[in-house]
C-alpha cells in the first residue's frame, strides 16, 4: 500500500515561473491537505480539499496560488510566477474521511532563483 | 496568542536522560491531539496520539490536561535516534490540523 506520493521531490525554478507540485494520497484516503514549511519554521497549513472541492484555503496566499484535486488524477498546488519568498518545502498530506491523523508525502522542495 | 505554542529548544541531552516537552494549544474547542516527529529535511511522521486519560508507547508517555490546555511528551532512556524535532499537533473539529513549529532535540552520545 503506496503512502502519500509527491513529486517532484526537489523543484528549481526562476523567478517569473510557474511550479506545479502534485500529491497521490493514500488509498482510501479521500482529504489532502498542503502545508508549507519555510526554512527554520512550523509547518503552515495552506488548502483543504477533497475530490473536485475546496474545502478551506484560509491559508493560500490570495494571488499567484492555486490547488485543485481533480476526479481522476492527483491533486496539483500551483505557484505562478514565484518569487525567492515561495523557496520551501511543501508537504502534502492525505487522511481518511475520519479526518484523524495525517499521513505526510515526503515533500516537495522548490527554490527560486 | 498563538494556537499551539512549543519552546523551540535546542534540547541537548546526553543518552540515557529523561526528557521533557511541553506545549500549549489556545483553543478550547479542541479535541484531538498529536505528537509528530520531524528528522531533518524529512517529513513529519506521527508519534503518537494523546488521550486525556495519559498514554504510553515503550519509552514515550504522552499526557493531556484539558483544563490547562497543555500537552506533554516525555522520552525515557534518551537514545541517538530520538534526535529529530517534537511536533505538538492539535486537531479541532472541522478544520485541519494545526502544528506547534516544534522542540529540536539532540542526544549526545
Known amino acids: 500500500n503506496a503512502g502519500v506520493m509527491q513529486n517532484p521531490r526537489h523543484l528549481v525554478r526562476r523567478r517569473g515561473q510557474e511550479a506545479r507540485l502534485r500529491c497521490s494520497p493514500m488509498?482510501?484516503?479521500?482529504?489532502v491537505y498542503w502545508y508549507r514549511q519555510l526554512p527554520e519554521e512550523g509547518l503552515k497549513f495552506m488548502v483543504y480539499l477533497q475530490k473536485e472541492n475546496i474545502i478551506d484555503e484560509s491559508g493560500m496566499p490570495k494571488e499567484r496560488f492555486s490547488a485543485e484535486f481533480p476526479k481522476e488524477g492527483p491533486s496539483i498546488l500551483r505557484i505562478q510566477q514565484v518569487v525567492r519568498g515561495d523557496s520551501a518545502a511543501y508537504f502534502c498530506a492525505s487522511s481518511p474521511p475520519s479526518n484523524d491523523g495525517y499521513t505526510f508525502g515526503s515533500g516537495t522542495r522548490l527554490t527560486v532563483v | 496568542r498563538k494556537e499551539v505554542e512549543q519552546d523551540p529548544g535546542p534540547f541537548n541531552v546526553p543518552e540515557g536522560a529523561t526528557v521533557a516537552f511541553n506545549c500549549t494549544y489556545s483553543?478550547?474547542?479542541?479535541?484531538?491531539f498529536f505528537w509528530y516527529r520531524q528528522d531533518c529535511r524529512k517529513e513529519p511522521k506521527l508519534l503518537m496520539s494523546v488521550y486525556s486519560s495519559g498514554n504510553e508507547d515503550g519509552r514515550f508517555t504522552a499526557q493531556l490536561n484539558r483544563a490547562s490546555q497543555y500537552i506533554s511528551l516525555l522520552i525515557r532512556d534518551s537514545k541517538l535516534s530520538d534526535s529529530a524535532t517534537y511536533l505538538c499537533?492539535?486537531?479541532?473539529?472541522?478544520?485541519?490540523?494545526?502544528f506547534g513549529k516544534g522542540t529540536r532535540l539532540s542526544v549526545i552520545a
Open positions: 488509498k482510501g484516503h479521500s482529504h
Open positions: 499537533v492539535v486537531n479541532t473539529p472541522h478544520t485541519p490540523l494545526v
Open positions: 483553543n478550547s474547542a479542541s479535541q484531538s
